[in-house]
């Protein structure tokens, strides 16, 4: 009997033993190992994303809180030992320094706690072009000068020499030993409150208040009519746009904010900078970064909301029924700031907006009479 072809079967139980994966096996295997590593990854991105979106975010809102916290405390220091009413100011300031729309009558403005401007700036990092960002300004008394105390006037005369010029004297020697250039003082008496900035101090009870300073709060002594400045001493009761002395001044702050059109947000600081020229006594300090929207919104007396509270019934702005007295009855400030990010977006592959909102509530606007 013939022996059988081929290896024996011990051997060919070994050799099955030893044999390697099929491509069938290693296919599976490739596919498998694939699939877990594309979910790891995955996984892994998602956390990588999640993880750069919280940095930016982070880098972003830091500026953004920080510029809220500062809007918030000038919207509740507002109004702080200012007049109810507001101070006289020349006609048209409020537009050329505090850049809110332009009157339509020829009368002096009135400077109040709150200066609302709505939908006012372009703003280049928003994708909509026709959104315009809001601005807003705050006045109240620097409560450290003098220490707390108000300068106590006399009289107020022409300075010899200087006709255009008034000088207000105080009623002690040293009853103006406070005050320094460029200070930015409320002049208060029982017939008017006006807005001046002092131009120079003579020694120790005198300030010089001069036309072409760098504000153009200064008005002419002794100019006609609404041209004429109202620091002017009264010669009569009959007499108009004129001050009754005794008088007092009072140190102020005058604040603005406003996002430039490459979306900084700033904060705009009017006079007080002591030493300095009168070419930086409008100082802007960055407050924020890509600022995409800024947008304010005012709670009334009332209850009442409202984006420009002076607006009046005809809801359009600079017309004649317009009534600045409507910024003295905000009793909330609703800030809303939108930044965008430095980078883009993984996932939306567009800069990320973020979005701040904070109410704030006027404390001193309903309450102080000066």
């Known amino acids: 009997m013939n022996k059988p072809r081929g290896l024996p079967d011990q051997s060919r139980r070994c050799y099955r033993q030893n044999a390697g994966f ?17 979910a790891v990854y995955g996984l892994m991105q998602l956390g990588t994303y999640d993880r750069n979106r919280a940095s930016r975010r982070t880098d972003v809102l830091k500026n953004a809180r920080v510029a809220m916290h500062m809007i918030g405390r000038d919207v ?15 006609d048209n300031f409020n537009n050329l320094v505090l850049g809110v729309p332009v009157d339509v009558d020829n009368a002096r403005d009135m400077l109040t706690s709150i200066v609302a401007g709505n939908n006012i700036n372009t703003n280049s990092l928003n994708a909509n072009a026709a959104v315009r960002t809001d601005t807003i300004s705050f006045a109240y008394r620097d409560v450290d000068f003098n220490a707390g105390n108000n ?7 022409a300075v010899s020499g200087s006709p255009t010029t008034a000088r207000l004297t105080a009623k002690t020697a040293t009853g103006a030993a406070a005050a320094k250039p460029f200070d930015l003082l409320l002049v208060e008496s029982d017939t008017s409150q006006i807005l001046a900035i002092a131009t120079s101090v003579n020694g ?25 400045s109202v620091l002017r001493q009264c010669t009569s009761s009959a007499d108009q746009n004129c001050t009754t002395y005794p ?25 007080n900078n002591t030493g300095a020229a009168s070419t930086a006594q409008i100082q802007e300090l960055p407050m924020a970064y890509n600022v995409e929207n800024f947008q304010i ?11 420009n509270p002076s607006v009046g019934p005809d809801g359009i702005v600079s017309t004649t029924d317009d009534d600045w007295q409507g910024f003295n009855l905000i009793r909330q400030v609703l800030v809303t700031i939108t930044v965008q990010s430095n980078e883009v977006d993984e996932k939306t592959h567009r800069p990320e907006s973020i979005t701040l909102t904070s ?3 006027t404390r001193n606007l309903g309450y102080d009479a000066g």
């Open 204 to 228: 120790s009870n005198t300030i010089d208040v001069a036309p072409g300073d760098p504000l153009g709060l200064n008005q002419t002594l002794g100019g006609t009519g609404n041209a004429g």
């Open 359 to 361: 109410t704030f509530s």
């Open 76 to 90: 509740l220091n507002a109004g702080l030992g200012y007049h109810r009413r507001g101070a006289v100011v020349p």
């Open 22 to 38: 099929t491509l069938i096996e290693l296919l599976v295997a490739i596919v498998i190992f694939m699939i877990i590593s594309g």
């Open 297 to 307: 919104k005012y709670i009334l007396a009332d209850g009442s909301t409202s984006d």
């Open 247 to 271: 008088a007092t001044a009072k140190r102020v702050f005058l604040v603005s904010y406003k996002v430039k059109s490459d979306g900084t947000l700033v904060r705009i600081i009017y006079g």
């Open 151 to 157: 300068i106590e006037l006399q009289s107020a005369a």
